[in-house]
């Protein structure tokens, strides 16, 4: 059997895996689990450079900006509506790295990316195919879905998010090896808040590209607004940390965001003004959902491999969830592109991929946990998690000249180390005042 990649979840973290396997020539399939990958149901995401960069590589760089909104201005309000932040220095990261960060509306995110798959690997993607068991010996995998279908590969990536079934599978088969020890628990990720989200048509009053948040103790309105729709999210911490999933009712939701009815959305609105809780229920632009944080001790076992909310789940307040995924998928197909060009018959064996995959960890822990932290402490601080917490975000924080140096100093210097694919030939679509530590393979270069 020639090398097979198969990939569990057809969200954005497993459409770019599905199109870096394509790019590298390596054979997979994707199984999505829903009707269509295409669904209108979800929020905001927001793309950093480092990750319009990669979607670049694949030939979408026009249409990703054609659909997303630049971030330019972010405002910074109270319960009362006093706004003490009202800055447009983000607009920094553009002038760095030659590449603002961009918002979406995220099925229209992942339509760009399974649209651009060329029709061959469209071929390979499959909907309707929810995960139920994940079998592996020495040479190979075997996947079976809940409908009686079967995959047989070489390996899997669990691309598959929060409720990972192949993180399950792979927490199953090492406790069939007897390693109860080494498991991550069975529900890995601890939730301090609580959130509901809401997709809304954008407000005239309110120009595309603008974001921020009102703050309160212990609660959050964050506003993200794109060229066609606006995304609010409701933050509340929880009275104690939880790992329980919890499904919250329509009443729920109602109940919930007629609490924050009062807190504005902007200079002229309040949240009751912008929200209709019985039309977002009904057309499914509204839901509710625990806020789990937290990395897995295990982000591969055998021929299973984890990337993204699989294995890292950080709170979205700083929107870095799956700017890392997209990391995490660059150098898992870096990984297994040079395995098997090294493999005598390209198909590397079962210790050479459990070596890659520990590198793979290896090389991305630092970087995921340090966006693990900052998103927590952007939560706690937009929430006023404690007086410290409080000073920092109404008051230290705020100035422009903070926000350059943070920005300069602290942002771009981490982003400009990203990766790309190593193997996929473009033209570098951004140039700042900084350069990248990782350039875009030019077109002229011979592929290694």
């Not at 090398?3 to 394509?22: N, Q, T, Y």
């Not at 870095?320 to 493999?343: F, Y």
Request: glycine residues 8%; contains cysteine; hydrophobic residues 40%.
């Amino acid at each position: 059997m020639t090398f097979k990649v198969i990939i569990v979840g057809g969200g954005p973290s497993g459409l770019v895996a599905a199109h870096g396997l394509h790019l590298a020539g390596i054979d997979f399939v994707l199984l999505e689990r829903r009707d269509s990958v295409v669904e209108d149901s979800g929020a905001s995401i927001v793309l950093a450079p480092t990750s319009m960069r990669i979607l670049s590589q694949f030939g979408l760089r026009e249409k990703l900006e054609a659909a997303g909104a630049e971030l330019q201005h972010v405002k910074s309000f109270t319960r009362d509506g006093y706004k003490f932040r009202d800055s447009t220095q983000i607009r920094l990261l553009k002038e760095c790295l030659g590449c603002a960060q961009l918002i979406f509306h995220r099925p229209e995110l992942v339509q760009i990316l399974y649209e651009g798959l060329p029709p061959v690997a469209k071929e390979k993607v499959f909907t309707r195919k929810k995960v139920t068991k994940i079998e592996q010996n020495e040479h190979s995998v075997h996947v079976v879905c809940s409908d009686g279908s079967t995959f047989d590969g070489s390996i899997v990536i669990g691309a598959d998010g929060v409720h990972s079934r192949a993180r399950e599978q792979l927490r199953q088969a090492m406790l069939r090896e007897g390693r109860r020890a080494d498991c991550d628990e069975e529900q890995p990720y601890e939730s301090a808040y609580r959130m509901l989200w809401c997709t809304i048509p954008r407000p005239p009053t309110i120009p595309p590209g603008v974001g921020g948040e009102t703050q309160d103790t212990n609660r959050t309105l964050a506003l993200m607004v794109g060229n066609e729709w606006a995304w609010i999210l409701l933050y509340e911490k929880l009275e104690a940390p939880t790992r329980e999933r919890v499904d919250y009712s329509s009443e729920d939701i109602a109940k919930f965001a007629n609490s924050f009815a009062n807190y504005p959305v902007s200079e002229s609105l309040l949240f009751r003004d912008v929200f209709d809780t019985r039309t977002a229920i009904v057309t499914k632009k509204a839901g509710m959902t625990n806020l789990g944080e937290g990395i897995v001790k295990n982000f591969s076992n055998g021929r299973i491999v984890l990337v993204g909310d699989a294995c890292h789940r950080f709170t979205p307040n700083a929107g870095l969830g799956l700017n890392s995924g997209i990391q995490d998928v660059v150098a898992i197909c870096n990984g297994i592109r040079a395995a098997v060009k090294e493999s005598s018959n390209g198909n590397p064996n079962r210790a050479t991929l459990e070596a890659l995959f520990n590198q793979y960890r290896n090389d991305r822990l630092a970087s995921i946990k340090k966006d693990f932290r900052g998103s927590a402490i952007l939560t706690r601080l937009q929430a006023w998690a404690n007086t410290w917490f409080y000073i920092m975000s109404r008051f230290l924080l705020v100035p422009d000249w903070f926000q350059r140096f943070t920005i300069r100093y602290l942002a771009v210097p981490n982003m400009r180390l990203a990766p790309v694919f190593n193997y996929a030939p473009a033209d570098e679509p951004y140039h700042g005042t900084t350069p990248w530590a990782h350039p875009v393979p030019t077109r002229t270069e011979k592929r290694g």
